[in-house]
Each structure stands twice: as structure tokens, then as C-alpha cells.
């Protein structure tokens, strides 16, 4: 079978979440069929592609974008260049399926063009851009319930700039505020107010209608959606997306049962020390401070506990070098950087317990997957799709992030008894492979292929 997946960038230089999950599915499938990611470099300095053989055994045709490719909300979905090329390239591997794994910065437009060439498409879905352009749902770090609304524009203004004509009028209206009496006299009024909002706020809300429109007439098109959590399966049947949804979890590439044996075999500690883990980037909506701060907390109770943290973060962001500098010479806190997914191991070998403290919702979680597979216990919030895969006293704890000391009591859980970790490890539920993954993937596939046919006979 000829498979092309569809991800808007990919490795060696982008490995988070969607694209590791992109990039262990096609190296799977490609032990069976003949498969092609086409994908985009996004921070490029020129626009161009190339075709390349991973080392894999699959094939990688990568779209070189300049970096100020993306001028406005319209250039995130839709690229009138970016459909040529895909429609030329589809036509040069004929593909059996496409699988869209995510599509911002490419085009909603693809979706299209495949069913015009009678190719089953389907689409799994990694978090919220289907409904929300800056993806997260997350606004004045709350969660947002209210996509489409007059917020939106509060959101947008930040990350898509002015176009000409009205950063010419923001320009002249800045201008006319630097007038004494005319400073005087608005200066209560405008005092703070966005001025960029009051020019284009109109302009963006139509923008977010016809986002929508776009959006809704593609996914009609859809075959077969697929949601790694019931959450986001039941997020996206509350936006209108009628089509069917199948939830199948995320599988991991897992080492030899050598490296995972210390594991499995966890011994009676011999001291009482308790290592916490915490392994995201340094954002405010993953819940750092309010892990930290719980952390500060139970060290005042208990000398024996230990937090490491793991994690990019923005060189740019305040919140960012507020919670480092917070870090430095704190007693029991460590902060390690970056690691790759080949190191895990290594850096899990002596945490007794991972949180994830997020405070916007999380769709899936691999970081979970990650520590069940090393047979350690968990600590998350209870926002998005974590809930479901953890039960109490089994593999961990779910904690409410707008209930006072309630992370704290669960972390006092593991601070009085050194050895909870590891009677909890015993209630781990097993973690699904790669390969068992991509099986469950391919029978949706030939499943697809075998309902196309028949409409096509028809």
C-alpha cells in the first residue's frame, strides 16, 4: 500500500508531540508499505523543496517556507503555492491514502484536492486548531470556553501584525495621541487599549468566520477522524464535526526489556529520598510555578524530596526567566534543560514520580505513556484527556489546579512513605507499542480503502 502522511514540519529539526508521533508511525509502516511524509521547514530562508530518503526506509519531501510567510490568520490554513505543489506531488506517488497529522502553516485545502483524486483521507487530530488558530484554547491563563467570540481579537492581535493600510492608521492615530491636548483629553479612554484592535478587530472576526467556513467544508470531506482521547473526540463532535471519530491512544517506540529491567524490578528503597520529575517546556499554561510553588512548600515539611525539571523554554518569554531565576540556588530544585527522546531512560532512572501540573487541557499526554512505560506513577491535573488514563491509587493521582494545596496533599502522599512509588508501579497499566499502534491504524486504513471502492463502483 502506498500511505502519505501530511505534517506541517517534521524531524530532524522539529520533535515534539505531533511529529515524533508522525515520524515512529511512518518508520513502522514502513516495514510493510511504501510510504511518504510530505511536510514544511518553516523557518527558511528562501522558499524551495527537497525530496530525501530517511534512513528509516520512508521518503520525505520537505517545503522550504521563508519565515515571513505568514503575514495573517488566512496564511496559517490556506496556500494557493502550497496546493500546487501538493497536487503535483500527489499525482507523481498516487497514493492509496493520505493521512493528515496536522496541517497549520500548510493548507485545509489539501483535504480537497486528494478526494478530488478519489484518495480515502484521514486526519488524526493532535489539539485544538480545528477551532482555535492559536491552538492551546488558552487566554489570559484561563481556559477558553469561547472560541469565535470578540476575544478572539484580544488573542490574535498579538501574533498576526497589521496589514498596511491599517498599521498606517494605527501609525497616524499613535501620533495624534503624542498631541498635548489631544493626549489630555483621550488619555483616560485609550490608556492601555490596543490600537491595532480598534482598527482591524472587525476585519478579524470576519477572518475567523471564513476560517471556520474553510475548516467545516474540508472536514466534511474526511473519511475518518481519529482522536487519541475520548476528550478531544468529544471537543471536536461540540464544534459540528458530525464525521466519525475513532479514538485509538498513541503507541511508543519502546526499548529492549535489558535497559527497562531495572524498571520493572523496582527494589525496596534503601534511604527515603523522593525524586519528583517534571518534563515540559517552561510555559505558564504547563503549570511550572504552581508545581514549583507546591514543591517550595513540601520542603519546608520534608527534607527527603527532590524536584528535577526537564524542558525547553522561550528565550523571549518573561514568565519563562521569572521561573528560572526563581530556580537558581533553591535547595532540592534542579534544572537540567533539554533531553532527547533517545535519553528518557536515563533521565527517568532515579524519579520516583512524574507531574504533569498542566493548567490548560492537555489532548493526550506522552509524557504519561512515558513514565508508565518505566513503570513509574503519575501525578496530573485534571484538565483535558490525562483523566481518563489515570484511576485512583492506580499508576497515580489527579489533582484539581483551582483547589487550594490540592497538588500538595498528593505530592505529601508520596513524601511520607518513600515506597508508595513503588507499590503504586505494581498497578501501572501496560503501554502500547508502536507497532501495535500502526497496526491498529493500518486495519482503519484497508477499512477505508474497501468502503471507497465500493462508493466508487457505485
Not at 428 to 447: A, G, L, R, T, V
Request: aromatic share 12%; glycine share 4%.
Amino acid at each position: 500500500m502506498k500511505i502519505l502522511l501530511v505534517v506541517h514540519d517534521f524531524w530532524p529539526n522539529f520533535k515534539a508531540g505531533t511529529e515524533n508521533a508522525t515520524y515512529y508511525l511512518a518508520k513502522e509502516l514502513s516495514k510493510r508499505h511504501e510510504v511518504y511524509v510530505f511536510t514544511a521547514e518553516p523557518n527558511s530562508e528562501s522558499y524551495g523543496f527537497e525530496e530525501i530518503y530517511d534512513e528509516s526506509g520512508f521518503k520525505v519531501i520537505r517545503i522550504h517556507q521563508r519565515k515571513s510567510s505568514f503575514r495573517s490568520i488566512k496564511d496559517t490554513y490556506q496556500n494557493a503555492k502550497l496546493n500546487s505543489v501538493f497536487r503535483e506531488y500527489l499525482s507523481k506517488v498516487n497514493p492509496d491514502v493520505v493521512h493528515v497529522q496536522h496541517l497549520v502553516g500548510l493548507s485545509i485545502d489539501f483535504i480537497k484536492i486528494a478526494k478530488n483524486r478519489n484518495v480515502p483521507v484521514l486526519y488524526t487530530l493532535h489539539d485544538f486548531w480545528f477551532e482555535c488558530p492559536l491552538i492551546r484554547k488558552y487566554y489570559k491563563n484561563n481556559i477558553c470556553h469561547d472560541c469565535g467570540s470578540s476575544k478572539c481579537n484580544e488573542c490574535l492581535i498579538t501574533s498576526f501584525p497589521l496589514t498596511s493600510s491599517s498599521s498606517f492608521i494605527a501609525a497616524a492615530l499613535k501620533k495624534m495621541l503624542k498631541t498635548r491636548y489631544v493626549k489630555r483629553i483621550t488619555y483616560t479612554l485609550l490608556s492601555g487599549f490596543n490600537l491595532s484592535y480598534l482598527v482591524q478587530g472587525g476585519q478579524r472576526r470576519s477572518l475567523l468566520r471564513e476560517r471556520n467556513k474553510s475548516f467545516m467544508e474540508a472536514f466534511e470531506l474526511v473519511d475518518v477522524f481519529i482522536s487519541p482521547s475520548q476528550f478531544l473526540a468529544d471537543e471536536v463532535k461540540k464544534f459540528g464535526i458530525s464525521k466519525s471519530i475513532k479514538v485509538v491512544s498513541h503507541g511508543l517506540s519502546i526499548p529492549s526489556e535489558k535497559l527497562l529491567k531495572d524498571f520493572f524490578e523496582r527494589k525496596e528503597k534503601k534511604n527515603n529520598e523522593v525524586r519528583f520529575c517534571f518534563m515540559s517546556h517552561l510555559a505558564r499554561e504547563k503549570g511550572i510555578k504552581e508545581l514549583i510553588d507546591s514543591f517550595l512548600k513540601l520542603k519546608l515539611k520534608y527534607s527527603n524530596v527532590f524536584l528535577d525539571i526537564y524542558g525547553s523554554y522561550n528565550e523571549n518569554d518573561r514568565y519563562s526567566k521569572t521561573v528560572l531565576e526563581k530556580l537558581e540556588g533553591t535547595e532540592g530544585i534542579k534544572y537540567h534543560g533539554v533531553f532527547s527522546n533517545e535519553s528518557i531512560s536515563r533521565v527517568l532512572q532515579n524519579v520516583d514520580v512524574v507531574v504533569v501540573p498542566s493548567l490548560w487541557e492537555e489532548i493526550y499526554c506522552l509524557v504519561v505513556d512515558e513514565a508508565y512505560l518505566h513503570k513509574i506513577p503519575v501525578i496530573v491535573s485534571n484538565r483535558g484527556g490525562m483523566a481518563e488514563r489515570v484511576k485512583k491509587g492506580k499508576g497515580g493521582y489527579i489533582f484539581d489546579p483551582d483547589v487550594k494545596d490540592d497538588l500538595f496533599d498528593k505530592m505529601s502522599l508520596f513524601a511520607d512513605d518513600p515506597n508508595h512509588a513503588r507499590k503504586l508501579s505494581k498497578s501501572i497499566p501496560e503501554i502500547k507499542s508502536i507497532d501495535k499502534y500502526s497496526e491498529e491504524i493500518e486495519k482503519i486504513y484497508f477499512k477505508c480503502l474497501e468502503k471507497n471502492e465500493v462508493a466508487y463502483k457505485k
